[in-house]
């Protein structure tokens, strides 16, 4: 169960449902004492979800991966993010109510919505998204899986809430008016990741003004006339705000070039452990960080996994911004990670190394969801800042040299050309 005030005294039960149910609704709700929101108030329906071991789960899996390695008071969990999505959920529906009334909004989105919130990454692998770089499935589509088998399928029924709005939400296809709040501009995923994420890892970049942003939520006639959740203008500024925020977290944070160093030695390790049959796509999906770590240790033939516990990282033999490539980015490197691993097996050969000692990395961020919509002045500006936050590198694990104009050339090159100069 989560650590909560207060408590059950000898004697107390769960409160009784008109319907006989082996997950009944706790009594009351709970606070829970967080860092960043302070108080989080979990109402009964939100503690029951809570205390499923889907939930609880995400207790051990980090927020930021591998970036402990790096920040070491980056050790936060998902678990913790979760309930900081639900708290500003919680806020954001109360304001709407408040400015729109009870007509404005229909009392079942809402309750959908706030539950999306808290289990938007219900899915989620362990060590971040590395493994969904390595080629698995997005944790969004894992979220059916925990989401409609188990307790917390059991619970979610009891309570009467589709699993299937939930997963609209949390995939981005709900045609909810709410759905913005749980993936958009100024989603509550956002609002907390990039807050938490800033003050585990002690940087003043992530700092985002969240009461003004929630505080101009609106209503608005959408394209056919039926209201949907809009942002008031006197948002935009701490909006503007938001997305340096977030250039500035993945420049100094998320694309740090230890944290990405530590991410393609692990990537490789599990591609490795699953070709290799030593672990399935499966297990991964349901494991936590450091149960599959210790997996990892006990099979792995690649010697990365001791150089990951050890933090023996790989060093940068080349490290460009994206504008100082000879032509615009391929997508292959982003796309197809079979074929970037072929290419860095490559490059291994023609500098001396051998498969596994040398790694390419040119992560990418995709366009916010809705802003060219909802704000299409801003649109360019934030693609911009994260286009020039992106940077090409090459690391290796023993002293080399790779040829840094065929690089350059590669991740500009159509799959196609690519694929050819494999074959020569």
Known sequence: MTHREGGRGKGEGWAVRSAPSPFPLPPSPEVVRDPLW???????????????????????????????????????TRFEHALGAYHLACRALAQLDEVGGASAMDPRD????????????????????????????????LAERHLTTGDLAQVLDGLGVPAADLLALIQARSASPLAGLVSGPVDVDKLDYLSRDALACGVPYGVIDVDRLLTSLVWRPGRDGAPTVALH???LAPLESLLFAKYQMYRNVYWHHAVRSATVMFKRLVRQAIAGRLISA???AIATDDGLIHDLMQRDLTGLAPALRQRRLAKRALDLAASELPGDPADWPVTDPDLLERVEDRLARDAGLEPNELFLDFPDKAEEPGLADEHPGLAPAALGLMRTARRLRVFVMRPAVPDARRVTELVTMPREDVLEWLGR
Not at 48 to 53: H, I, K
């Open 38 to 76: 302070n108080n989080i108030r979990l109402e009964p329906e939100a503690l029951a979800v809570v205390d499923t071991p889907a939930v609880q789960r995400l207790r051990y899996v980090r927020q930021l991966g591998h970036a402990f390695l790096v920040y070491p008071g980056a050790t936060h």
């Open 110 to 141: 809402a309750r959908v919505t706030r539950l999306a919130a808290l289990l938007h990454d219900i899915g989620h692998y362990p060590f971040s998204h590395a493994l969904e770089e390595a080629g698995l499935p997005h944790h969004e589509t």
């Open 233 to 235: 203008e006197k948002g």
């Open 282 to 284: 499966d297990d991964i």
